[in-house]
């Protein structure tokens, strides 16, 4: 999947064409708008993810829409609210928790930072707006992909409606009282922006909602817009001081950056299952470890290990680096850190942990080793301290991509 939205990346990077965000809307001051407040407030843009997507790859999704919508604002014409997807029965989730009932974005992220860079809106606060009724989506596109993303050679920004129907896989974030007044398929590829075309063929629309929102691209990856919207991106405070005072009680740090721990995510589950030519076996992480400590940091021997490995594989490695005289530390979540904020916070707290390391190792492609490779870029670090990856045991070892902070 991965793969290859980074290959898309690419080929939208070198595109020139730029959309024309304001194309189609009817004026604010022109009589068929309604007045201003009607305007103002009651234009959401809904949207799902493919249900497998991990919670990582979402806030990618999210951040191509927030920049896409805070564009429109910077225009002065703020007609579009996004609606913030709440997260439901992720994939990776497997406590009782995380499974029961959909999380508002307030549980992981400062949500007024959100609002500082883009217009978005929690679905509760849509709720508020139509109290008593159940909420009716004017439109749902169901957006496919083509066939084949480069026919004749080139990759083309296009979409094109489909005439067969097709039916919506998703869960309307765990509410029953959502509903789609009309649905249509769209296959699309192509930049973000692009969905304005779509929402410019029903003017009427109110609220428009987007599945597989995962498939149009970013705008502009890795430009300054897009590092103002990761920068809002800030997590909920209350997790940052879990994560703070495990750094400051476990790990003896008190500054940003810990200049004591070096910070590895090693990646298993479906990543060492399916992709064992990318990902190293437990021996091959030890040596691995070993080598980038004795190059690059002889001094250091705290180890913080953001995982997501079985109860076994987690004690193996444990007892490996022990021989070699590593400390290694993990996160271990008390029974009321698991029952606010379930996996998805628990995760977040490691990923805020292994931003704050002196140098960060993470795991090939892996997206939630981007996340904390943004994060560390955020906070200042040199970026030779942040893009190492843990290679396979054998063949080629890919050089990470580095993405480093445009301010
Ligand atoms: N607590 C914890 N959870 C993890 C860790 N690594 C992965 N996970 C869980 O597994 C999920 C991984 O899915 P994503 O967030 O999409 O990241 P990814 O699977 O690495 O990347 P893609 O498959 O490329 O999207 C995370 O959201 C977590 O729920 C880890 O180090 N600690
Ligand atoms: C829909 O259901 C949710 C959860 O049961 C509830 O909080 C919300 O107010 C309901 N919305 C409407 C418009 O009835
Ligand atoms: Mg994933």
Known sequence: MFTFCTLLFMNVNLMSAVQNVDSGYCDIAGESCGTQTDLLQERYIFYDVNPPEGFNLRRDVYMRFATLLAAQNS???????????????????????SKSKP??????????????????????????????????????????????????GTFVEKWEIVKDKCEYDGLFWGYKNITAKEIICVKFQGKISKLWE???????????????????????????SYWECRKSMKFNEELVNIAKNFIRNHLNCDSDKCSSII????????????????????????????????????????????????????????????????????????????????????AIIEQIICSHGAFFIGTHESTF???????????????????????????????????????
């Open 75 to 97: 225009e002065k014409r703020e007609l579009w609210h996004l609606v913030l997807p709440p997260w439901y029965r992720l994939y990776h989730w497997k406590s009782q928790t």
């Open 103 to 152: 999380v508002h974005w307030s549980l992981f992220f400062d949500v007024d930072s959100l609002k500082s860079y883009a217009p978005v809106v929690e679905l509760h606060e849509v709720f508020a707006k139509y109290p008593n009724k159940p909420l009716e989506i004017d439109v749902l596109f169901i957006l496919q992909n083509f066939e084949d993303a480069f026919e004749g």
């Open 198 to 224: 779509l929402i410019n063929l029903h003017k009427s629309a109110k609220k428009v909602m987007f599945h597989h929102a995962e498939i149009p691209l970013h705008n502009n990856y890795g430009s300054k």
């Open 263 to 346: 910070s590895i995510h090693w990646r298993r589950q479906d990543f060492a299952r399916s992709r064992k030519d990318e990902v190293p076996s437990i021996p091959g992480t030890v040596k691995q470890i070993q080598k980038f400590i004795k190059k690059n940091a002889p001094t250091i021997n705290k180890l913080f290990v953001a995982t997501d490995a079985s109860t076994t594989e987690i004690n193996t490695l444990e007892k490996e680096l022990a021989k070699l005289n590593f400390q290694v530390y993990f996160y271990m979540p008390s029974k009321s850190v698991i029952d606010t904020y379930n996996d998805g916070g628990i």
């Open 369 to 407: 080793s981007f996340r904390i490779q943004e994060e560390r870029e955020i906070l200042g670090f040199d970026s030779t301290t942040t893009f190492n990856i843990l290679c396979p045991d054998h063949g080629k070892c890919e050089k990470p991509s580095k993405w480093t902070i445009v301010n």
